[in-house]
């Protein structure tokens, strides 16, 4: 069973920045599409931003031009770069990832992170 593990949230104050990390537990497969989404409690789950296989970004208005998603093949890791993070920011974040499997390019979709707290107060 791979699995896909999420780090970096924290508290921080407004104006601060945070990085999230989202990595499979396996080496034999690679990330190909990244999606990351946030849900604060009681609320719908919101879709943040959008990484495709050949690597075109789509955020959501809420946080254009202060997230940044990226991947690096090396780490086969992905990040969720949020800077001038505000209040409204405060959520839990999910990555989920689309990972091929090197050996015989066998996709698995969607594999969810566990998630990871992000705190933005005063």
């Known amino acids: 069973q791979v699995q896909v593990v999420e780090s970096g949230g924290g508290s921080v104050q407004p104006g601060q920045s945070l990085r999230l990390a989202c990595a499979t537990s396996s080496t034999s497969f690679s990330i190909v599409h990244t999606v990351w989404h946030r849900q604060v409690a009681g609320k719908l789950r919101e879709e943040v931003a959008t990484?495709?296989?050949?690597?075109?970004?789509h955020y959501a208005d809420s946080v254009n031009g202060r997230f940044t998603v990226s991947r690096d093949g090396a780490k086969n890791t992905v990040y969720l770069e949020m800077n001038n993070l505000q209040p409204e920011d405060t959520a839990v974040y999910y990555c989920g990832v689309d990972i091929v499997r090197t050996i015989d390019n066998l996709r698995l979709r969607t594999r969810w992170g566990q998630g990871t707290q992000v705190t933005v107060s005063s």
């Open positions: 990484m495709t296989d050949g690597g075109i970004k």
